[in-house]
């Protein structure tokens, strides 16, 4: 029996629906909300019955009704870390995505969206693979100072995807292979997945691996120290600094890599070494993680929006291909990502985790 699925992905500025029967899509929709109207709000959190009005009318502006669903599935946000996997949307995680335990982000929206409208569809609400994703091995964690831990913040969702697609197309399973998958976007990540497990990564969010589009990556310690008591910036501002305005944002104004790469060609010097320093710095990323899965590496999957520019990726792989062969799946789709998600467990292929339960 074929199995109806309505997917909420919640942005900063928009909120991306899509319509599933098992796989294919029905529909796929971003809904945008104006400055406007989102400043109305004090928080994240507070925008949620705004959001699911919207939702709701655009379904009954197209007459689908809620009793046509079998289940609604979010974006998961920044719970506290989890393992991976696909996890029901319980009164206790609904209450940590509106508290935002990890912080505010868009992605918190996700779960509670979704559980208040299978909530009056009387259906099954889940989320899957969350940005919080933990499932480090121990000496992964340690810093070199007790007092600042490292944390796994990435983009699980679609690099545990990628892997699964990669498996499946190769007749194997996710378990079953060692693969280093790289994210590039507007923030990058790489991790390594050992046997179906992300046992380490570069935090994505604010302070570790390659820089990105929007964000500054690790910095040399000493003289991020100084900044921020140097007086010229506050606390706030240099966390805007680092995660918003770092990275190909600092070096040249701009975070649009198709921008950079016409500069490039236009023979601009400054944008072509910010470029030559990106690709240098995800490489070595990859080159680390090689080292944590002791050089048994299956494969390397490039995925992400810049994974659209054959010229990045290309360069990154003639740094890298001496560890693995790479397979490059550009741009991403999270809407089927979760709606994938959602399917393993109404078929029965994988149990819903209970988030109570984990913690």
């Known amino acids: 029996m074929a199995i109806r699925s309505l997917v909420i ?3 900063s500025t928009s909120t991306k629906l899509g319509i599933f029967t098992d796989e294919t899509a029905e529909m796929e929709v971003t809904l945008r909300h104006c400055a406007a109207e989102l400043g109305r709000f004090d928080s994240i959190a507070a925008q949620q019955d705004f959001r699911r009005e919207i939702i709701l009318d655009f379904l009954r502006e197209r007459g689908t009704d809620l009793r046509g669903f079998d289940v609604v599935v979010g974006r998961g946000g920044m719970l506290k870390p989890v393992p991976g996997g696909v996890y029901l949307v319980t009164d206790a995680l609904y209450r940590d ?7 505010e982000h868009a992605s918190n929206l996700g779960g509670i ?21 933990d499932e480090l091995m121990p000496a992964a964690r340690l ?7 490292r944390v796994s ?3 699980a969702l679609n690099q545990k995807s990628v892997c699964r697609r990669y498996a499946a197309e190769t007749g194997r399973k996710y378990e079953e292979l060692n693969l280093i998958g790289v994210h590039l976007g507007g923030g990058v990540s790489v991790a390594a997945h050992e046997k179906g497990r992300v046992v380490d990564v570069f935090n ?11 964000r500054a990556g690790a910095l040399p310690v000493g003289g991020l120290i100084r900044r921020c008591f140097s007086g010229e910036v506050t606390e706030r501002e240099m966390m805007k600094r680092v995660a918003g305005g770092g990275g190909f944002n600092a070096y040249v104004g701009t975070h649009d890599v198709r921008e950079i790469m016409e500069r490039i060609e236009a023979g601009d010097g400054k944008a072509k070494l910010v470029m030559d320093a990106f690709i240098l710095q995800v490489s070595k990323d990859v ?4 080292a944590v899965l002791a050089g048994e590496v299956d494969r390397i999957l490039i995925t992400g929006g810049i994974a659209n520019n054959r010229q990045v990726t290309e360069a990154i792989t003639k740094r890298v291909e001496f560890i693995a062969p790479v397979t490059v799946y550009p741009g991403e789709d999270e809407l089927l990502e979760l709606a994938q998600g959602a399917l393993r ?6 149990q819903a985790r209970i988030y109570e339960e984990i913690r």
């Open 9 to 11: 992905n919640p942005g």
């Open 97 to 103: 995505l509106e508290n935002g335990v990890q912080g």
């Open 113 to 133: 969206l979704a559980r208040e409208i299978a909530d009056e569809a009387g259906i099954p609400a889940y989320i899957v693979d969350p940005v919080v994703v």
């Open 143 to 149: 810093s070199g100072l007790p007092e600042i831990p």
């Open 153 to 155: 913040v990435f983009h």
């Open 204 to 214: 994505a969010l604010n302070g570790d691996g390659a820089f990105s589009p929007e």
């Open 287 to 290: 080159g680390a993680m090689a």
């Open 345 to 350: 467990v109404m078929r029965g292929e994988e």
